[in-house]
């Protein structure tokens, strides 16, 4: 039973024999996952700093090249997990293919991959505004003992075990489902732990924020463009309000805890819009559907999609539930 203010820790003890073929790797998955949170947190919090203690492009002091952000994040995290030997493969949004994790003592003898958007909305940074990172874990489809494959890796997002974000906001949060509902974790900053702060997150059936770029209206596909106009139509409780940060984790975060729709949808741009389907939207519809929301791409569930390619992108409509069927029932009308 999730008790509020209980650490991370205490959860994951209490929580690990209601993991199916339990044997602690999940736990000492979550348990890596939460120390590179941390160690990034720590680096992002000095973000503004960076230009004070030293220009970009100097060494640091063991003579390494100060690098972005996201580089940075990315680094952190394939480290953490490959040093404790947790996972058997790596993919990331940062990494053009995967990366195969052997263990020195154990020949692939892990039987989990993960997948990650290291630094979500990495332009934010420089700006001061929020970001996060994203991660999914799937269980290997190949046998164990071998070198992972793509295949691995290309599993469609409803055979994820768990899922997850980190958003490095005002407060740092670690949010996460292993498909026993959604609990979210506060980062107590001066003594390093992380509480539960949100027990049972759920997004309320519908709500009253839309979260768009408008900015790329004209490109947009008739159904979407439709629906924008219903959502700022003066009826019954509309318009509703508009809120877009830029950063999907900030976005989908205020969105659970308030009520709302984020679309990233096709454009005559970008024929699958933007975001990534396996390092962004399953994770992110795993943690909707697990918080009572739903999450498509606007014709069918997201979760149900056969990845063909690690970086494939996919058009995204995630949020409250009858917030999502009404703008699927726009783009069923009206689809290019
Ligand atoms: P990333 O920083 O990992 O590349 O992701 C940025 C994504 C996502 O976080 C955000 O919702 C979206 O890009 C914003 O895109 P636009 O600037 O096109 O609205
Ligand atoms: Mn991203
Ligand atoms: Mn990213």
């Known amino acids: 039973m ?17 993991f199916p073929y339990s044997s602690g790797e999940l736990s000492r998955l979550i348990n890596s996952i939460r120390l590179a949170a941390k160690v990034v947190n720590h680096e992002v919090n000095k973000a503004g700093l960076v230009d004070i203690t030293g220009a970009v492009g100097e060494t640091n002091i063991q003579g390494e090249e100060q690098q972005k952000l996201d580089v940075y994040a990315n680094e952190k995290f394939i480290q953490t997990l490959t040093n404790r030997e947790i996972v058997c493969g790596i993919a990331s949004e940062e990494n053009d293919d995967f990366i195969t994790i052997q263990g020195q003592n154990k020949d692939h003898q892990n039987k989990y991959v993960l997948l990650m958007d290291p630094l979500d909305g990495s332009s934010n940074i420089d700006v001061n505004v929020s970001v996060g990172t994203i991660f999914s874990v799937y269980r290997r489809v190949t046998p ?3 070198p992972v494959t793509k295949e691995d890796f290309l599993q469609p997002g409803n055979k994820q075990v768990a899922a997850g974000y980190v958003v490095y906001g005002t407060s740092t949060m670690l949010v996460y489902t292993t498909g026993h509902g959604v609990n979210g974790f506060t980062l107590n900053p001066a003594i390093g732990t992380y509480y539960l702060s949100h027990p049972n997150m759920q997004f309320s059936e519908t709500g009253r924020i839309y979260s768009i770029n408008e900015g790329n209206y004209n490109h947009f596909p008739q159904g979407v463009k439709d629906y924008i106009k219903y959502c700022q139509a003066e009826e019954e409780d509309r318009p509703y309000t508009s809120r877009y940060i830029g950063s ?5 975060h205020r969105n659970m805890i308030k009520g709302g729709i984020y679309i990233y949808p096709k454009s005559s741009k970008s024929s699958n819009g933007k975001l990534r389907l396996l390092y962004e939207c399953n994770p992110m519809a795993f943690i909707a559907e697990q918080a009572g929301g739903k999450a498509s791409d606007g014709f069918q569930r997201i979760m149900d999609i056969k990845p063909k390619e690690l970086h494939q992108r996919v058009p995204f409509f995630c949020g409250s539930k009858k917030m999502v069927e009404k703008a699927e029932e726009f783009m069923k009308n009206a689809p290019e």
């Open 2 to 18: 999730a008790r509020k203010n209980q650490t991370l820790g205490e959860f994951i003890i209490e929580n690990q024999e209601a």
């Open 144 to 146: 164990i003992g071998t």
């Open 248 to 252: 999907l984790v900030s976005d989908i």
